[in-house]
Each structure stands twice: as structure tokens, then as C-alpha cells.
């Protein structure tokens, strides 16, 4: 079973920042697809960001185009999402999990990923 653990969540005000983490310490996360994803209450999954193995291409929601940007660190294995310019509507709970489905370009599909961490909460105030 692969696990996955993020960090990096909490509280911040409207236009803050938050680099959120996901690490794995029993598998290499540069071998997979690894997604951040969030849920907010009410409403559905959204697939925010996701990144290919071994770093190359990327996707992100339209919502997050721009401010938010996904990213590995091959030597800590660990994936980041830095978050920029957030706003109420960022407001969720974020999960990160893995992929060993082939690369989908414009899309992180939720059903695609097998292996998922136990959430981080982030908040943002306005």
C-alpha cells in the first residue's frame, strides 16, 4: 500500500500564500503521476494540479491557472503545490495521490489514481 502524507495546510488571508507538501517515505513519487486534488463541503472532487514522472508536463485547473504551481523535489521525494494569490473560493481540503495510469494531457482525473493521502485543510480568509 502506498502512502501518502500532506502537509503544509492552515489558515491564511485573502492574497496570502501556502506551499502545501506531499511526501511518501516507502515508494518513489518521481515514478508516478502524483495530483493535488481538493473538496470543499457540498461539493464535488476538483482535480487542481497534477504532474507527470519524472517532473516534465503539468496540468492545472482553470481556477488555479497562474497562481498555483506544482513542482517535485526528486532528492526529498516530495511534491509541492505552491499556492499564490489565494482566495475564499481556494478554501478546501487538499489531498494529494498517485498515478501509474499513462499521462492525460489537460485533465487530472480523479478515477486515475489508486493511491491517496489523508488531507490537508486550508482555509482562506477574507
Do not use: H
Not at 30 to 57: A, H, L, M, N
Not at 97 to 123: E, I, P
Request: hydrophobic share 30%; net charge positive; with cysteine.
Amino acid at each position: 500500500q502506498l502512502q501518502l502524507v500532506e502537509s503544509g495546510g492552515g489558515l491564511v488571508q485573502l492574497g496570502g500564500s501556502l506551499r502545501l507538501s506531499c511526501a511518501a517515505s516507502a515508494f518513489t513519487l518521481d515514478y508516478y503521476t502524483i495530483g493535488w486534488f481538493r473538496q470543499s463541503p457540498g461539493k464535488e472532487r476538483e482535480g487542481v494540479s497534477c504532474i507527470s514522472p519524472g517532473g516534465g508536463p503539468t496540468n492545472y485547473a482553470d481556477s488555479v491557472q497562474g497562481r498555483f504551481t506544482i513542482s517535485r523535489d526528486k532528492a526529498k521525494n516530495t511534491v509541492y503545490l505552491q499556492m499564490n494569490s489565494l482566495k475564499p473560493e481556494d478554501t478546501a481540503v487538499y489531498y494529494c495521490a498517485a498515478s501509474s495510469s499513462a499521462w492525460r494531457w489537460g485533465t487530472c482525473l480523479s478515477s486515475s489514481y489508486a493511491n491517496w493521502g489523508q488531507g490537508t485543510q486550508v482555509t482562506v480568509s477574507s
